[in-house]
């Protein structure tokens, strides 16, 4: 391990492929947005570039760590950017919890004349505040779909729940792993991770069905308040649980090749952490959407 | 129920939190930190599902989510 207070980095040009790698991959998708044509390829264009980038670049850095360029101090700043990304996550899906709270606590019922809105029933008349709400007020001027449309329960202990014992699985799993890397347990460390990417994939397998059952029974994206947020929570989880899987598969490769031991191990630590993360989140998603 | 529900979401949110912590500060403490706290987050978790199973089986807690009938 290097001596040096600070670990300086020679010249590099990813930083360059990136910034064409995403450059192209808007063109492509605002063509794509206006049908042109060539959109869709320019796009892929794009994100090949992107991927090729990160394969690049973080193969760099890994390189740097175990030739030993780093010391405490690079360490730290890793830890740091991990800490400042994760901050940024939890930001984004505060929002998104932050609009379902708001519209289900606040402008729905107000839409239905609580506190002191006296005048806003006169907005939509004959509208009432109910949870789901999965038609949009203004769509009575629209079309004529009347405010109040009937539900059915959603059977809570099928999918969503199968789901949910999936992903609480598959932490229990990397807690596993965790504990075996820790111990120096290198089998059972990599069988635990095998076990809890087969998790994620199965969680993501069912979600796509989910999806399938939900929109076919009429919620889309389009219904009311309800569904927009029901999609962008679950659709963005999902996309996290992507993003989790993927990189849990870069750590098990990186375990195979032995970059890790029980105490220098942090590019395992962040990934745990993030796992650990998406898995609060669906938690939460279950209880307030499916439950509370 | 909900009052209990949503207390133990907080308490497992803390662990992250203190997970997270731990992360951040390194060496054999944190690590250790890090590690009991996730460890005390997953077994929070796995609980609450336990619980919310439990609750709606004794009728304490009804399930809130709708699709449309049309």
Known sequence: MSNQDYYIPHGTYWPVIGSIGISTTFVGFANLMHDVSWGAPVMGLGLTILVFMLFGWFGTVVN???????????DRTFRWGMSWFIFSEVMFFAAFFGALFYARILSVPWLGGADNNMFTP???EGFKATWPLINTPGA??????????NFKLVDTWGLPAINTALLLSSGVTITYAHHALRKGHRNALIAWMIATI???????????TEYGHAYHDGLKLTSGIYGSTFYLLTGFHGFHVTVGAIMLTVILYRIQKGHFNSENHFAFEGVAWYWHFVDVVWLGLFVFVYWL | MDIIVIAIIIVILFSLGSALVGMLRGGKKGSDKMFKSLRARISLSVFLFVLLMFASFMGWIEPNSVLPTQ
């Open chain 1, 64 to 74: 740097e760590s175990i030739s030993g360029t780093y010391n405490k101090q690079v």
């Open chain 1, 198 to 208: 087969a998790l994620g994939v199965l969680f993501l397998g069912f979600q796509i």
């Open chain 1, 140 to 149: 009575i001027g629209q079309g004529g779909t009347a405010f109040s449309t």
């Open chain 1, 122 to 124: 006169e907005l939509w």
